[in-house]
């Protein structure tokens, strides 16, 4: 009998030195660290340069790194122009697709796919995802582009771009570990669509952009906006039960909750969730956070059982929400920490590359005739 492995679940097609999961125990681990250790003593910038290497860095490489990202922080005149004439009102998720798109353009090194030149554009899309979020943002909102600040660092320095202030310290932290906790996740769909783009020894933008069309979608990094939007419907906790009673019945997806891999719990949304609480003990917080444990606990309560727990998308958005991030550009964020787990996973592919090209069972027509289209019903 033809086994088919719907939604490629369980199919290996590849070798990782990047990232472990081990979906029944709700482990994760970046080079074998667990990602609890990532978030409490490392930073966006040394997690996104142990990607891209697939080890370590000594101090003197993080240094250098940091350096790099720093003095390629601001975009080209050409993009930001383009970024304010785009017109108001779009996805962000669309127009940063179409800015990465454009940045390809004033790239000269752009179709060089050598590993080294691979490298130095990951390092440019790294900086440049900040600077490209933040103007869409400001643009959007009819503000003007702050432009990028060299002594901040990456998570500050986007905070500073989107809100035209510095962040405090505690601020700029909390937006870091966020970043950390997004920045890879072994063979989700859109680091495969990057790498599927890739096996065709496709340029790196090329791969990007696959990459941002496919992390939009509602049932990968679409979903961090949509609880949000869950949010509002529910409007306050006495309503959530019913809410979520509701819409099981009616068999509808509860966004933020269920995950292919994870099926006890998912680590990231456990420490997000620690950080949306600390978020709720502020003055006047709370109902959003209030909402999400009603809605974890009915969840877990009548679907538990068949593995559904919250994810990474469930409890980040209430974190963002107090950075002053609004639900449309929460999937954007996402981007803007998984850039560096595309950048990374399309290296260590191309290393030994192969291209992809699955297959389908057939159940259509066989021998059948062409039909004129006057003689068609
Ligand atoms: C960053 C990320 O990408 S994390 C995931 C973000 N996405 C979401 O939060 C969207 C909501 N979640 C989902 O749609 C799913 O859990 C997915 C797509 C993430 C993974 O699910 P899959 O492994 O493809 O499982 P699938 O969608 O086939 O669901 C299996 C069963 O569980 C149910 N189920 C899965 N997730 C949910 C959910 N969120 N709410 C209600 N039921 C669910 C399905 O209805 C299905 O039931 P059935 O067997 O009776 O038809
Ligand atoms: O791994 C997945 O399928 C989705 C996910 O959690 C992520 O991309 O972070």
Known sequence: MTMIAKGLEGVLFTESKLTFINGA??????????IQEWAEKSTFEELSLALLDAELPTAEELARFDAELKANRAIPREVEDLIRNMPKGVNPMQALRTAVSYLGLT??????????????????????????????????????????????????????????????????????????????????????????????????????????????????????????????????????????????????????VGHRVYKNFDPRSRVLRDYAAHVAGKEGKSNYYQILETIEKTVVDRIGDRGIY??????????????????????????????????????????????????????GQKNARYVDLKDRK
Request: overall charge negative; proline content about 4%.
């Open 25 to 34: 125990e709700g482990v994760l681990t970046h080079l074998g660290i667990p």
């Open 107 to 256: 790239d000269a090194e752009s179709e060089d796919v050598t590993p080294e030149a691979r490298r130095a554009i990951s390092i440019r899309l790294i900086a440049q995802f900040a600077t490209i979020i933040a103007a869409i943002n400001r643009v959007q909102e009819g503000q003007d582009i702050v432009a990028p600040r060299a002594d901040l660092t990456h998570a500050g320095n986007y905070l500073y771009m989107l809100n035209g202030k510095e962040p405090t310290a505690e601020q700029a932290r909390l937006f870091d570990i966020a970043l950390i906790l997004h920045a890879d996740h072994g063979m989700n769909a859109s680091t495969f669509t990057a790498i599927a783009t890739s096996s065709t020894i496709s340029d790196m933008y090329s791969c990007i952009v696959s990459a941002i069309g496919a992390l939009k979608g509602p049932l990968h990094g679409g979903a961090n906006e949509q609880v949000m939007v869950m949010l509002d419907e529910v409007g306050s906790p006495e309503n959530a039960v019913d809410y979520i009673t509701d819409k099981l019945n009616r068999k509808e997806k509860i966004m933020g």
């Open 310 to 363: 919250p994810n990474v998308d469930f409890y980040s958005g209430t974190v963002y929400a107090d950075l002053g991030i609004k639900k449309e550009y929460f999937t954007p964020i996402f981007a803007l920490a998984r850039i560096s787990g595309w950048c990374a996973s399309v290296i260590e592919y191309s290393k030994n590359n192969r291209l992809l090209r699955p297959d389908a069972y057939y159940i």
